[in-house]
Structures are given as C-alpha cells and as structure tokens.
C-alpha cells in the first residue's frame, strides 16, 4: 500500500500548488481533503505494520 501512497500523496502536493497558483479555492479544498485522506492511511498501514511485527523468540528451556 505505501507503494500507492507516496505517488498519490506527489499528485496531490503537486495539484495544491497548481490549484493555489490558478486561484481556484474550491479545488485546493478538494486536494488538501486528498491529502488528508492520505495522511491517515499511511498512519494506519505504518500502525499495521507495527502490529504485526514478530517478535525475535525468546528461547527457554521445558520442564
């Protein structure tokens, strides 16, 4: 997934600044709503990725 995030969130960056240069409030609403979107995403999947995590064993003897 962060494979589709990071050129999404270079679209939308870009986009915003088009959109700040040609005046259009209405579309850098829209790109920063984008971004924002994005930005909770890659907080999840980095979360995700924390979860599931394994652990190195801990090694111990059996009774």
């Not at 005046?23 to 909770?40: A, M, Q, W």
Request: glycine share 6%.
């Amino acid at each position: 997934m962060n494979n589709s995030i990071a050129p999404i969130s270079t679209m939308c960056h870009s986009g915003r600044l088009i959109s700040k240069r040609l005046g259009e409030p209405k579309l850098d609403r829209v790109f920063n709503s984008i971004t924002g979107r994005i930005n909770h995403l890659s907080e999840f999947v980095n979360g995700y990725a924390r979860f599931t995590k394994l652990h190195k064993p801990v090694k111990k003897m059996l009774i």
